[in-house]
């Protein structure tokens, strides 16, 4: 059907638009058909395409990012100046909590400890990355960062905000790659409750984040769980590394099935306003080998 | 002829761009506006269906490009938009502003019971009225708002494009 259009561009021959509509259905559904089949076809294509547009979406992206900054500085003033205020008298509270805190942190490097955490969860390699452009269909929660190949970013490795987990490397190109992240319909993470060990499996859900949550089901009956329990990523999970902090669970029930439980979990990260993200660069293929030595060492 | 071939992979290129990039810093409500939309549905307005569909299919493939793993399906969606929207073109009038708004009205909420149906619907997720009120219909408000403007621009760049094959 194609030549047939160009025919038509060329002599200006007129040919009914009901052909050329038809043609170019049948035309998609070939394209659909094949790229499904055969998933790598197309991957050069999209990575010259990608590698063309990254660079512009980044200089784009700052230019956006600069008026946003400008026209928020000036609605903001006054309120910032009220914040101000607000803000020194929690200067002297925040002190205190501080101490608190720092109390804490031994505790908690204890329970890092505990949980064979410890170092690991510092040790791996990131690399940092400012995420370009997001995805125009407003559903999914898909986005792209300025990092590809040419930085060491591969498939399947982890992406991180602070501290916690915001998705997967999807695919990659040389200076660009898609990230998709754990509020995404799509995506599916196998989880732990850190305190318990009981695994869970967070699944994405565009209804619920609305509301700032995820959905986390598939815990055992059993489980002692109860409200802000944190949930990190799970030994068992063939692509996340272990031990990433996802977020903190509420609204524990039983699901309908009366088999498991079911609950909901706020993510650490703050998915509305994730500029930039961190990589690990290591595969969860790299860790077991190392969570291997680890074990042998207890 | 090369010269508007040129003029609309360049244009629904900054468009894309603009769309994933730029709106991104912009969007109300977690929505962005569709400006590929407003380009395919004008297009269809201006210059008939065929011109509309082959917009459609070049748009269509800028989002797949970095966006599906499938090839194929954004540029079905648009090609359909473009095809319905280019039935208006009977009616096209130089001063007639208010159908193009319209027209991009119904396009988006086409698109998303679309995206809806293939994305959704099949993977077994059935609250259609949440997704209609949450995203369909800001999408479509912010479409319309802006495709006031960027109409209006697309329209002296097909005048202009006009007058620049007559000259020819």
């Known amino acids: 059907m194609k030549p047939k259009i160009k025919n038509k561009v060329k002599?200006?021959?007129?040919?009914?638009?009901?052909?050329?509509?038809?043609?170019?259905?049948?035309?998609?559904?070939?394209?659909?058909?094949?790229?499904?089949?055969?998933?790598?076809?197309?991957?050069?294509?999209?990575?010259?395409?990608?590698?063309?547009?990254?660079?512009?979406?980044?200089?784009?992206?700052?230019?956006?990012?600069?008026?946003?900054?400008?026209?928020?500085?000036?609605?903001?003033?006054?309120?910032?100046?009220?914040?101000?205020?607000?803000?020194?008298?929690?200067?002297?509270?925040?002190?205190?909590?501080?101490?608190?805190?720092?109390?804490?942190?031994?505790?908690?490097?204890?329970?890092?400890?505990?949980?064979?955490?410890?170092?690991?969860?510092?040790?791996?390699?990131?690399?940092?990355?400012?995420?370009?452009?997001?995805?125009?269909?407003?559903?999914?929660?898909?986005?792209?960062?300025?990092?590809?190949?040419?930085?060491?970013?591969?498939?399947?490795?982890?992406?991180?905000?602070?501290?916690?987990?915001?998705?997967?490397?999807?695919?990659?190109?040389?200076?660009?790659?898609?990230?998709?992240t754990i509020i995404d319909d799509s995506s599916k993470v196998s989880g732990m409750f850190l305190k318990t060990s009981d695994t869970c499996i967070v699944s994405g859900d565009l209804e619920l984040i609305d509301k700032g949550y995820i959905n986390v089901s598939q815990i055992s009956l059993n489980a002692q769980i109860y409200d802000n329990y944190e949930v990190v990523t799970s030994y068992i999970s063939d692509k996340y590394l272990p031990g990433i902090l996802i977020g903190y669970v509420s609204d524990i029930g039983v699901d309908p099935t009366k088999l498991t439980q079911q609950c909901r979990l706020t993510p650490v990260v703050d998915f509305e306003h994730i500029d930039a993200v961190l990589i690990i660069t290591q595969l969860r293929e790299e860790y077991d080998g190392i969570s291997e030595v680890f074990k042998s060492d207890n | 002829m090369i010269i508007r071939a040129i003029v609309l992979i360049l244009g629904s290129f900054i468009l894309y761009v603009l769309q994933t990039g730029l709106f991104s810093s912009f969007s109300l409500a977690g929505v962005v506006p569709d400006l590929l939309m407003i380009l395919v549905v004008s297009i269809g307005f201006m210059r008939g269906r065929t011109k509309a569909m082959l917009a459609g299919l070049l748009c269509g493939f800028y989002i797949d490009c970095c966006y599906s793993s499938v090839v194929g399906i954004f540029p079905l969606f648009y090609i359909i938009i473009g095809n319905l929207a280019g039935f208006s073109h009977k009616i096209y009038d130089d001063d007639d502003h208010m159908t193009p708004l319209m027209l991009t009205a119904v396009g988006e909420l086409l698109y998303n019971l679309m995206y809806f149906v293939v994305f959704y619907l099949l993977q077994g997720k059935i609250n259609l009225s949440f997704y209609i009120y949450r995203i369909t219909i800001p999408r479509i408000v912010y479409t319309v708002l802006v495709s006031i403007i960027l109409y209006r621009i697309l329209k002296i760049a097909n005048l202009y494009l006009l007058r620049f094959d007559k000259d020819e």
């Not at chain 1, 784009?60 to 803000?87: P, Q």
């Open chain 1, 11 to 180: 002599k200006k021959i007129v040919i009914n638009p009901k052909i050329v509509f038809w043609g170019l259905t049948v035309f998609c559904i070939i394209l659909i058909v094949v790229s499904y089949r055969f998933s790598d076809i197309f991957s050069p294509v999209k990575n010259v395409i990608g590698s063309v547009v990254a660079p512009m979406q980044k200089g784009i992206n700052n230019f956006g990012d600069f008026i946003e900054d400008k026209v928020d500085h000036f609605s903001d003033m006054d309120d910032l100046l009220e914040e101000n205020k607000a803000l020194k008298a929690q200067i002297d509270d925040l002190k205190n909590t501080n101490q608190i805190l720092n109390q804490e942190k031994y505790e908690l490097s204890y329970y890092r400890e505990l949980y064979e955490l410890d170092g690991l969860y510092d040790q791996y390699k990131k690399v940092a990355a400012k995420v370009i452009s997001k995805d125009p269909n407003s559903y999914s929660g898909e986005f792209i960062i300025d990092k590809g190949e040419k930085d060491g970013i591969l498939t399947d490795m982890n992406v991180l905000a602070g501290n916690g987990l915001v998705g997967i490397v999807t695919q990659t190109g040389s200076n660009w790659a898609r990230v998709r």
